[in-house]
């Protein structure tokens, strides 16, 4: 058995995200949380990875979120949403997980408003991936594959 299919993988997502069936369908596409949630799992399944997708607006749950990653050494992947650019409690806590962490964003927020193109979470990940929808969950639980079975 691989190091990838023991590891629990937290895929966190943050506010707003939930309510993507009424977000502009042009940037995140025409899932709502639920099908993302399904197709992040059915991904997760391909690959024999344990996940589990969790969704909050509250910085103060996500943080507590990054803390039980940190202490049960987890692999991330996490959607910051508009915490991306000014979190730096999320940020401090991301940078506690010792195991894999990669952000990922389903648009491409360099494409996007000035204020999008800082990342503070990016310079304690171990890799961004953004712009390919849905696909962006996929690649990022790819590379995660990857990198437990180095």
Same mark, same amino acid.
């Given at each position: #058995? @691989?190091?990838?299919? @023991?590891?629990?993988?937290?895929?966190?997502? /943050?506010?707003?995200? /939930?309510?993507?069936? =009424?977000?502009?369908?042009?940037?995140?596409?025409? =899932?709502?949380?639920? !099908? =993302? @949630? *399904?197709?992040?799992? +059915?991904?997760?399944?391909?690959?024999?990875?344990?996940?589990?997708?969790? !969704?909050?607006?509250?910085?103060?749950?996500?943080?507590?979120?990054?803390? *039980? &990653? &940190?202490?049960?050494?987890?692999?991330?992947?996490?959607?910051?949403?508009?915490?991306?650019?000014?979190?730096?409690?999320?940020?401090?806590? &991301?940078?506690?997980?010792?195991?894999?962490?990669?952000?990922?964003?389903?648009?491409?927020? #360099?494409?996007?408003? *000035?204020?999008?193109? @800082?990342?503070?979470?990016? +310079?304690?990940?171990?890799?961004?991936?953004? +712009?390919? +929808?849905?696909?962006?969950?996929?690649?990022?639980?790819?590379?995660?594959?990857? #990198?437990?079975?180095?």
């Amino acid at each position: #058995m @691989t190091k990838a299919s @023991t590891a629990k993988i937290l895929v966190l997502n /943050g506010p707003n995200l /939930g309510r993507l069936d =009424l977000r502009d369908s042009k940037l995140y596409g025409n =899932l709502n949380f639920a !099908q =993302l @949630t *399904e197709y992040v799992l +059915g991904v997760a399944a391909e690959l024999g990875l344990d996940c589990e997708v969790r !969704q909050s607006d509250s910085e103060v749950e996500i943080i507590s979120w990054l803390h *039980e &990653a &940190a202490d049960g050494n987890n692999p991330v992947v996490i959607n910051p949403a508009a915490f991306t650019h000014y979190s730096y409690a999320i940020r401090d806590a &991301a940078d506690l997980v010792k195991a894999p962490l990669i952000e990922v964003h389903l648009s491409n927020p #360099m494409s996007r408003e *000035e204020f999008r193109h @800082t990342s503070v979470i990016s +310079g304690v990940a171990n890799g961004t991936i953004a +712009g390919f +929808g849905p696909d962006s969950y996929r690649l990022a639980l790819i590379a995660l594959t990857k #990198m437990l079975g180095e």
